[in-house]
C-alpha cells in the first residue's frame, strides 16, 4: 500500500532531483532512470522492490544515493535517544499527575491539571519548540542551542549509537553532561503531548479503582495512604496505562518529524522530512515501513506487558 | 462551557474578520518588524504587515477548513465503518485492515508523502489530513454500530417485522450521534494541528497566505521579533484548547456513567 501511495504521483523525481540539469540533458534524465530501475513498469518496480525487502533490502535512496537501510542505521540512535526520554519523561510526569489529580477529584488541583494535560495535549509542538528555544536558548542561555553536541565536542566511542550511553560506557563525563544538555530541551518538549494523555488515561483509570471495596477496606486496615495508592490501585490501574504506551509512540513519531527539524536533530524525523520535500519515495517508504514495524513490536510488548501485569489476560 | 464559548468567539471572528481587522492582512508597510502598540495590537512582521490582522484573517483558513475536513472524513470513515460493522465479513476486514495501516504509520509522515507526492498547497494538505483521519471515525462507528445492531431493541424490532433500513435510521443513527458529536469536536483539534504543522513544514499553504501554522515558521525565522510568531501559536493553542474542552464536555453529557454519578448514586 505504502508504495502504490508513493509511485502513483504525478511529482517526477528525476526532475526533482536533478534540478535543472534535467531540463537541458535529456541523457542525465534516461540515466538517472535506468540507475533507479524507473524505466521498468510499475509491476516489474514492484516485485523487485518486494523481492529486496525480503532480505532486508529497502532500496537505495534517490537523494543521498546510499541504501536506504545504511541512512537509517545512521539516524536511528538519535531518534531513539530523543524518544525514549521523552517517553520516560511523559510517564513519570503524566502517571504523577493522573494519580493526584483522581485522588483530589473535582477540586482545585484536579481542575488545574486538567487544564495543564488538556493545555498538553493541545499546543503545536513545533510553537512550544520555538518557544522553548526562545526562552531558555536565546534569552536565558540556559541550554545549548541546537544538535546533540555542542560542535567542540567530539562523539563518544561508538557502541549503541545513543550519545549518552556510550559517553558513559567510555567514562567520558563532559560529553555526557552535553549530551544530557542537549537532549533535555527537545525531550521536554516532545514529551508534552504524552504527558497529557497519560495523565488522563491514568486519571480516569485510577478513578474506576479507587470506587472498589478493596480499596475501602486497605484504607479501613489503617494502610498508609502511599501504600494504599502504589500497591493496591496503581497496579489494578496499570493496564490501561500500558495501553495507551502503544499509542503513545505513534505521537511521538508525529513529534519528531517537528521537533528534530527545529532542534537540528539528525535523526529519522528530519530525514524523512528532507525525503518528503525531495520527493525521495525510497527513503520515505523506507521510514514508513520501518515505522510501522517498530509500532507493531511496541504494541506486541504491550500486549505481553498486560498479560504480566493482568494475571486474568492469556498470553494465547 | 468555556470551550463552547471561546470556539463561538472564534466562529465569529472567522465570520467578521474583515470587519475586525484595523490593517489589510496582505498589505506591505514601511515599518518592519515593529513590536506590539497601540497601532499594531501584536506588531508587524518582516513585511510590515500587521500581525493582529493577519491572526484574525488565520481563522478564516485554518478553522473552516479543519471542520471541513473533519466532515469529509466522517462522511468516507463513517460510511466505511458503518458498512463493515453492519455487514461484517470480508468488508469489514478489508476496512478494518486498511486503518490498521493507516494507524501504524506516524500521521505526519503519511500526511508528508501525500502531499510531498501531489506537491505542496493547502488543498492536499486537507486530503492528506482527510486520508489519515478516516480510520479513526470508522473505528468508532464500527465498534457502535455492532454493538447496537446486536441489541436486543434491535432484535424486537425485527421480530416485529420492521426492516433494516429502519433499524438503522431509528435505532442506530440517534445512538451514534452523541458519540461521533465528541469524536468531531476532538478531531477537529486535532485537524487544525496536523494542518498548521504541515504547513510550518511547507507543505500547506504558501507564505503570503496569513495561515497561523506558516506565520510561526515565518517568525523561526526572525527570533528576536518574537511577536510574529508567538501569537499565530496562542490562537492555534486556544481554539485547539476550546475543541479539546468541547469534546470533554459533550462527552460528560452523553456517558451515562457520569450522569447517573452527577446525580449521586
Known sequence: ?316 | MVGLVVVAAWLLVALLAPWLAPHDPLAQGSNLYQAPSATHLLGTDELGRDVFSRVLWGARISIPLAMLLVVLAFLIGGTLGGLAGYLGGWVDELVMRGADFVFAVPTILLAMAVVAALGPGLFHAVLAVVLVSWPGHARVVRGLVRTIMQSEYVAVGRLLGSPTHRALAVDVLPNIAGPVSVLAALETGNAILLLSALSFLGLGARPPDPEWGSMVSTGAQHFEAWWIGVFPGIAIVSIVLAFNFLGDSLRDAFDPKTIIKARGA
Open chain 1, 1 to 316: 500500500m505504502a508504495f502504490v501511495l508513493t509511485t502513483v504521483v504525478p511529482g517526477d523525481p528525476a526532475v526533482a532531483n536533478l534540478g535543472d540539469r534535467a531540463s537541458s540533458d535529456p541523457t542525465a534524465v534516461r540515466l538517472y532512470r535506468e540507475h533507479f530501475g524507473l524505466d521498468k513498469p510499475l509491476p516489474v518496480q514492484y516485485f523487485v522492490y518486494l523481492g529486496n525487502l525480503l532480505h532486508g533490502d529497502l532500496g537505495e535512496s534517490e537523494q543521498s544515493r546510499r541504501a536506504v537501510c545504511i541512512d537509517l542505521a545512521g539516524y536511528i540512535p538519535a531518534t531513539a535517544e530523543l524518544a525514549i526520554t521523552s517517553m520516560v519523561l511523559a510517564l513519570l510526569l503524566g502517571v504523577t499527575l493522573g494519580v493526584i489529580a483522581a485522588l483530589r477529584r473535582n477540586r482545585l488541583t484536579d481542575q488545574v491539571i486538567r487544564v495543564v494535560s488538556l493545555g498538553g495535549m493541545s499546543t503545536p509542538q513545533f510553537w512550544l519548540a520555538l518557544v522553548a528555544l526562545y526562552v531558555f536558548f536565546y534569552k536565558l542561555n540556559w541550554v545549548p542551542g541546537a544538535g546533540r553536541l555542542d560542535a567542540i565536542v567530539l562523539p563518544p566511542p561508538h557502541v549503541t549509537g545513543l550519545f549518552s550511553i556510550d559517553a558513559l560506557a567510555a567514562g567520558q563525563l563532559d560529553v555526557f553532561l552535553n549530551t544530557v544538555q542537549h537532549l533535555i530541551l527537545p525531550a521536554c518538549v516532545l514529551a508534552a503531548f504524552n504527558m497529557g494523555l497519560f495523565t488522563r488515561f491514568t486519571r480516569s483509570a485510577v478513578l474506576e479503582v479507587l470506587e472498589n471495596d478493596y480499596v475501602r477496606t486497605a484504607r479501613a486496615k489503617g494502610l498508609p495512604e502511599a501504600t494504599v495508592v502504589f500497591r493496591h490501585v496503581l497496579r489494578a490501574a496499570s493496564p490501561p496505562i500500558v495501553t495507551v504506551v502503544g499509542l503513545a509512540f505513534g505521537n511521538v513519531m508525529t513529534g519528531t518529524v517537528l521537533v528534530e527539524n527545529i532542534f537540528s536533530w539528525p535523526g529519522i524525523g528530519q530525514y524523512s522530512y528532507r525525503s518528503a520535500t525531495g520527493l525521495d519515495l525510497t527513503a520515505i517508504v523506507g521510514v514508513m515501513l520501518f515505522v510501522a514495524i517498530v509500532y507493531i513490536l511496541v504494541n506486541m510488548v504491550v500486549d505481553i506487558l498486560y498479560a504480566v501485569i493482568d494475571p486474568r489476560v492469556g498470553l494465547a
